[in-house]
């Protein structure tokens, strides 16, 4: 035990003069770099603008693409008066700034890789927490390993839960130990239970995309806060993880949104168009050489072409070296410390 103990602290002591001199601390449970802004194009207001989420017919693309899956109104499966109210920004995790503790099975089994195989069993319990290694340049994260210095890329999928989708796309990702980003409809989440707790099992991302797809612009601002924090409830109830990105329906918003969404907003700056042709191959070739380290890749869960071209691109994008990663850990990893009320689409 005390072999380990020292191991884990020279180790980790041995990370943070690394990342000291790199300029790079930890911070709330996500990589912070000092001085580092959040990039010009992750805007915070709203102007539509050329190749933006919120200009052209993006909110249109989506609109078209609900059609017919969006079920309005409903009554809501879960309801949770008690909930407190939103406190999207990620609270510091002690866990991110303590050394890892010693558990029976750590004591037990010395060894050099005994303390990275529990730190990667820790952080799929602790999955918005970002571990440093003694390796400078690989962290652990959501159950696996990153190599910081490698290509990052968020792959999102929108309006799931949809299971037969779904579990295709959670599939192949699993077999390539890549993670991926379910921005989910808070009233399809208990009737699709398992697919959503086996995202949690396998390290990916569950995210708040309203409880009933509502375009929040179109509504006032109690609504608005209903919506989000609905959406939020049903997710930990069923997953026991709450959500700490959102995505807007349609990407429609205004200011009274922006004042009453109190999570991070992400949108996105690759989109696919995959609801509008759902053709596999028009899918792939809106990813392969248009990506960049960064990017956020808009996707919908609900269809079979985008799990057949998900099959494509996901063992292509890790071919060409990118490690597909969840939205918070893009930021997290990327420097960019999430805030409540902003709005962004690629790190
Ligand atoms: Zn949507």
Redesign the pocket.
Known sequence: MRRFRKMMISGLAAAAAVLMLAGTAFADGVIIAPGVTIPSHNQETMGPGPGGPGAGSAPVQ?TA??QGTVQQPEQPAVQNPAAPAETPVPAADPAAQQPAPETPAQQTQAGAGTDEASLIAQSLQNQYTIYPTSDPNIVISRGRKIDVTKPLLALTY??GPQTAAGNRIIDMFDKYGQRATF?M?GDRVPSRAAEVQRMVADGHEVAN?TYS?TYLNKVGAETIQSQVRKCNDVIEQTCGIRPRIM?L??GNKNDTVIANVAMPIILWNVDTRDWDHRNVSKTVSAIMGKVKSGDVVLM?ELYDATASATEQVVPALVEQGFQLVTVSELAALKGVDLAAHKIYYSF
Do not use: N
Request: proline share 8%.
């Open positions: 989506e693409a609900d929108d309006d921005f409809v995309h797809h995505r329906p349609g919908h």
